[in-house]
């Protein structure tokens, strides 16, 4: 798979991450279908989902990556970017009507980062054993 392809693909996921967390907190009446369902979601369900959602995007990130030689640099880039994008979206929800920045969704992000970075170290050790 060509590395634009990957890029896109990683981007495209960090899009999706990011209307998401800009869906304003609380519905109003003339709001869509999705924002209701989005604002609606149960806590544990967001908090879960927090963890997955930075899981799966320091993985695609390590994927996404693959061209740098260092595996420990390429890891450790997807884990810092994957961390930071957590850390700029909890920011940025001060700003989002019905929604704020906590802390704990950003140690929540973290541990989902590591846990991706744990994932990958997995998917990466079984791919060289079939090479």
Known sequence: MSQALRLAITLSF?????GLSIVPGEAQDSDSFFIWAVAATPTLLQKTLHVLFYAVLTVLWAWTLEVMQSVYLRLAVAVCVAIGFGILMEWAQIYIPGRFGALGDVLLNALGAFLGLGL????????????
């Open 120 to 131: 990958a170290v997995l998917l990466g050790s079984a791919s060289l054993r079939r090479a």
């Open 14 to 18: 960090m899009a999706v991450m990011l």
